[in-house]
């Protein structure tokens, strides 16, 4: 923190990278957590058959990865709002590359994150606000 209580991790203009290949266990474990057992995400016949040809993984699973970003920079999140623009499949590496858009005089930090496949296909657009903690780890 600056002299003005200013966290420097947030700065307008900084960038994280988060990159993660979604496995089937991934999946399930979210699935069953949630309780979406959308047929899209866990039968192979089903999806097969529909219009993306195979399983897909949530969208708030895929989403998530902004979770991983957050609790790393202590930020607890006040909003986050999500366009899903191509699916994700199971097998699929994704990068989140968030953007510190601003941060007001109270630390409050707003951003925007960019979700691509390896092929460089944007599947997934983000925007979230929240404010940074002091985090105390346990001993």
Avoid: K, W
Avoid at 31 to 54: M, Q
Avoid at 108 to 121: K, L, Q, V, Y
């Amino acid at each position: 923190m600056s002299a003005a209580g200013h966290d420097e991790r947030l700065e307008p203009g900084r960038t994280f990278t988060f990159r993660r290949t979604f496995t089937d266990g991934d999946v399930a474990l979210f699935c069953g957590v949630t309780g979406d057992f959308n047929p899209y995400h866990l039968d192979d016949a089903f999806s097969a058959g529909g219009r993306f040809g195979r399983r897909i993984v949530p969208g708030l699973l895929t989403g998530s990865m902004l979770t991983h970003i957050g609790g790393l920079l202590g930020v607890l999140a006040s909003r986050m709002t999500f366009d899903y623009e191509r699916p994700v499949y199971v097998g699929d590496t994704v990068e989140c590359v968030l953007t510190i858009d601003a941060v007001d005089e109270r630390g409050r930090a707003e951003a925007s994150a960019t979700f691509t496949n390896a092929d460089g296909d944007v599947v997934l657009r983000a925007t979230v606000s929240g404010r940074p903690t002091h985090v105390r780890l346990a001993r």
